[in-house]
């Protein structure tokens, strides 16, 4: 959602946090903004719409070596200039930026204003610039900000630049990530270490209810109540070139190419073909412990959760343990009942999803065992699981997610072959999902060839306004899915359904204007779908099929064929072309396809 950058050190500020903002740009936004600190005094620019436009106004001569610069996705206020971040007090010393929400904030702006405190924007974040300057009483400017903070009840990732301390700048974390970036005489921080990898060799992520006063020689953290922490840096991950387009045009479109290498580095060192298992060491329960699991639950949001939707068919089909997906939104507010004998798992791409990680939270204080599924190491999700499994995806950063949903079902499918193989899976099971899940990378690349024939069937739905799903059993995840890309990057209104489901109401909706997208793999229940078809026709739908070698139904308007590799791993397949023809159909309807209007990359906030 919201980016935070910011920069202290021996160069000018400007030019780093610019493109800073740039590399943010993929978390979704609505405005930008940047504080400079030099000789005593902040500058700013902001405005609503995109960091280029920022770029056009801010003065070509924005000198100083400290600021801070932000990305707003409006949560308090609409989208306009001066509800734009950095946010000052009255008298233009303090500047704040700040991701997450205040929910004490109404409360706290009228104290201040009957304090006689002038509001100059909507938001929640410009309580902090004035509770700041109305408490600053030449304290440490960390403690200040610890004071204040005290008073603030919510979420935030919060940064403060004053100045008249010009040689440091505090960052705060409470429910919305801050990771600190440390370079050479220089440090700097940000919501994401996407905007710094150019400048930082290693890390250092804070936690929650922490605190860091930062400064070009180095940092120091430590909680609320002024008791020091000791951080440990990490190195940086992922180097520079693999946070850009590369020749693509679009990084959806780079990162759906990317799926084969992605999927190998998934499985890399997984595979265990003695005993034709998989090896997951970062899970960390023995084999007795796995033993006593009795029931699955997975939880996550958007794609996250349809991925484990999909994992949780594979873990009922190959280990026989009765499995769920779950809302991670929903899930701790029906009070849920936590079972000993149950395994829980999280998946995130970010590691920063506020619902997960609340959930994920409320089942550690109930007692229960959990696993993270994320790709981002060293993420607060990953964090708190303390076990689990790293996608090793690479980042992804379009706003929505493809090779990190395809990551997210292979790891299921590794856990499942693993859970299978300790109950009811024989060797010679397990020794065939191995081969193909070591076949599927090659399969992957070969869908990704035929990319022109999509591009085809994407032309018919151009114009049209809604569109439906179908499958059945794994399929259902799969449309689920297709559904979910082409909703969130073409705004074409697509509903996913059971494909059983059709008759009890949804077919009402069937026109000839309604194109329909069937889940069709050559199984035990292509019969059924089949019937499914000719509902369709009959009432004059069209209908484009996603299916496997053989004779494609006479009925249906289109086509495309993916290969066959094991019944159990076929969905993954299915799921390619249906990412392809989302990113077609946005480019055929000419909307923004990596920054798809009104969403965020990391949802981090309720």
Request: aromatic fraction near 6%.
């Amino acid at each position: 959602m919201c980016g935070i950058v910011g920069y202290i050190g021996k160069r000018q500020a400007a030019p780093i946090l610019m493109e800073g903002l740039h590399r943010l740009e993929y978390r979704g936004y609505d405005s930008a903004g940047i504080a400079i600190g030099h000789k005593g005094v902040l500058k700013l620019a902001k405005r609503k719409g995109k960091v280029r436009e920022l770029e056009e106004l801010k003065p070509q001569r924005f000198k100083g070596m400290l600021g801070v610069a932000h990305t707003r996705w409006a949560t308090s206020g609409e989208p306009s200039d001066r509800n734009a971040h950095p946010h000052c007090d009255a008298s233009g010393r303090y500047a704040v930026v700040h991701n997450g929400i205040i929910e004490n904030a109404a409360a706290l702006k009228a104290q201040l204003t009957a304090r006689g405190i002038v509001f100059s924007s909507e938001t929640d974040t410009e309580v902090v610039a004035h509770l700041i300057a109305l408490m600053d009483d030449g304290s440490p400017l960390e403690t200040v900000v610890s004071a204040v903070l005290r008073l603030v009840v919510g979420t935030y990732g919060l940064a403060v630049i004053d100045a008249e301390r010009a040689d440091q700048l505090v960052v705060a974390r409470n429910g919305s990530p801050i990771v600190l970036g440390i370079g050479d005489k220089e440090m700097l921080f940000a919501s994401d270490a996407a905007a710094f990898v150019r400048h930082a060799a290693s890390i250092v992520h804070l936690d929650d209810g922490e605190l860091a006063t930062v400064r070009a020689d180095g940092y120091e953290t430590r909680r609320l109540d002024g008791t020091s922490t000791v951080k440990t840096p990490s190195t940086l991950e992922w180097k520079d070139e693999a946070y850009d387009k590369g020749a693509f045009r679009h990084y959806m479109h780079k990162e759906i190419a990317d799926q084969p290498e992605a999927v190998r580095r998934t499985l890399s060192g997984r595979l265990d073909p003695r005993f034709q298992t998989t090896h997951l060491g970062g899970i960390e329960l023995a084999a007795r412990d796995l033993l006593d699991v009795h029931r699955i639950r997975i939880l996550g949001c958007g794609a996250a959760y349809l991925a484990g939707v999909a994992g949780a068919h594979l873990i009922e089909q190959l280990a026989r343990i009765p499995s769920q997906a779950e809302q991670a939104s929903e899930f701790r507010y029906r009070n849920p009942v936590i079972e000993k004998d149950t395994l829980y798992i999280a998946v995130s791409q970010s590691g920063e999803t506020f619902d997960t990680l609340a959930a994920v939270q409320e089942i550690k204080r109930k007692g229960g065992r959990v696993l993270g599924i994320v790709n981002v190491v060293g993420s607060t999700i990953a964090r708190e699981c303390g076990r689990g499994i790293y996608l090793r995806a690479g980042p992804e950063i379009a706003v929505v997610s493809t090779k990190t949903f395809t990551c997210s079902v292979v790891a299921l499918a590794l856990l499942a072959i693993n859970l299978g193989r300790l109950r009811d899976l024989s060797h010679a099971g397990g020794a065939r999902l191995l081969g193909a899940l070591e076949a599927l990378p090659d399969h992957i690349a070969a869908i990704l060839a035929r990319e022109d024939e999509i591009a085809v069937l994407a032309q018919r739905f151009a114009t049209a306004q809604h569109a439906f799903y179908l499958g059945r059993a794994a399929g259902y995840a799969i449309a689920q899915e297709g559904a979910l890309k082409l909703k969130e990057i073409s705004y074409l209104h697509a509903e996913a359904y059971p494909a059983s489901e059709l008759k009890h109401g949804p077919l009402a909706l069937i026109t000839p204007e309604t194109p329909s997208v069937i889940v069709l793999p050559h199984d035990d229940l292509m019969a059924k779908n089949l019937s499914t078809i000719d509902e369709i026709k009959a009432r004059g739908g069209p209908v484009i099929a996603v299916t496997h070698p053989g004779d494609a139904p006479a009925a249906v308007d289109g086509s495309f064929v993916v290969p066959k590799l094991a019944p159990e791993l076929d969905p993954l397949l299915l799921n390619i072309p249906l990412q392809l023809l989302a990113y077609h159909v946005a480019m055929a309807r000419g909307c923004d396809i990596d920054q798809p209007r009104n969403l965020a990359k990391s949802v981090t906030v309720e």
